[in-house]
């Protein structure tokens, strides 16, 4: 089974530029979530769907940030314009389900750096 | 004061060590996940745990519900071990217990095992 797969693994941009990071979860994983983790911290949650409607966006600043999982399946996040506090790691991840019952399967993140 | 809380927040160890990482949280959980993260941001699941113990390989994690907390241990630690260790509450979303599969992350406990 192929694993979450996520691109750029590492971008660096100037402040106020915009920047778009890709998600392609595990073929039938309903669930999509993607996550901001600075450097010395737990991931945030930012944005969690199912298929192709957002769950849980109650974090995500939307001033700057969006995101769309057209057709259910890959997803992008996007940060116009970004700001130097934007410099993380973003974790894409993917679940079967919403139950607990249901794993987790992390990419390997998007290492942002804003100059 | 943090939903879920680890100690220690760095550890360094000799190789063969038996290894103790703690986790506490102060919500209701669905189930508590171990996660290992290694350097370039990929993080892998562990362990996902709603009550006892389980055991794979050469790691163990238990959870005591009642009193919310959670340990990870490794025995007979190697260098390959090193890693961030991190814990994360499953929290239902709402009070009748059905989870919506979010995830609240402790900050992660730094894990350098020397040879």
């Known amino acids: 089974e192929a694993g979450v797969a996520q691109s750029p693994r590492y971008k660096i941009i100037e402040k106020r530029q915009s920047v778009a990071f890709w998600c392609n979860p595990i073929?039938?994983?309903?669930?999509l979530y993607w996550y901001q983790q600075i450097l010395g911290q737990g991931p945030k949650l930012l944005i969690q769907?199912?298929?192709?409607?957002?769950?849980?966006d109650s974090q995500l600043p939307k001033d700057r940030f969006s995101a769309e999982r057209l057709k259910g399946v890959d997803s992008t996040l996007k940060i116009q314009p970004a700001k130097l506090e934007d410099s993380a790691v973003y974790l894409c991840?993917?679940?079967?389900?919403?139950?607990?019952?249901?794993?987790?399967?992390f990419g390997s993140g998007t290492r942002l750096t804003v100059v | 004061k943090n939903e879920v809380e680890q100690s220690p927040q760095n550890l360094t160890a000799q190789e063969g060590e038996f290894i103790t990482i703690n986790c506490s949280y102060s919500?209701?959980?669905?189930?508590l996940h171990w996660l290992q993260q290694h350097p370039g941001g990929g993080i892998v699941s562990l362990f996902m745990?709603?009550?006892g113990k389980k055991k794979h390989g050469r790691l163990i994690a238990t959870i005591n519900i009642q009193e919310k907390h959670s340990s990870l241990h490794i025995t007979a630690s190697h260098p390959r071990d090193s890693a961030v260790y991190i814990c994360?509450?499953?929290?239902?979303?709402?009070?009748?217990?059905?989870?919506?599969?979010?995830?609240?992350f402790g900050q992660g406990t730094i894990l350098t095992v020397h040879p």
């Open positions: 769907f199912q298929n192709n409607g957002v769950v849980d």
């Open positions: 919500v209701g959980i669905s189930a």
């Open positions: 991840a993917s679940s079967l389900g919403v139950s607990a019952l249901y794993g987790y399967t």
């Open positions: 745990l709603s009550s």
């Open positions: 994360a509450a499953d929290r239902p979303a709402n009070a009748g217990g059905t989870s919506y599969g979010k995830l609240t």
């Open positions: 073929s039938g994983h309903a669930t």
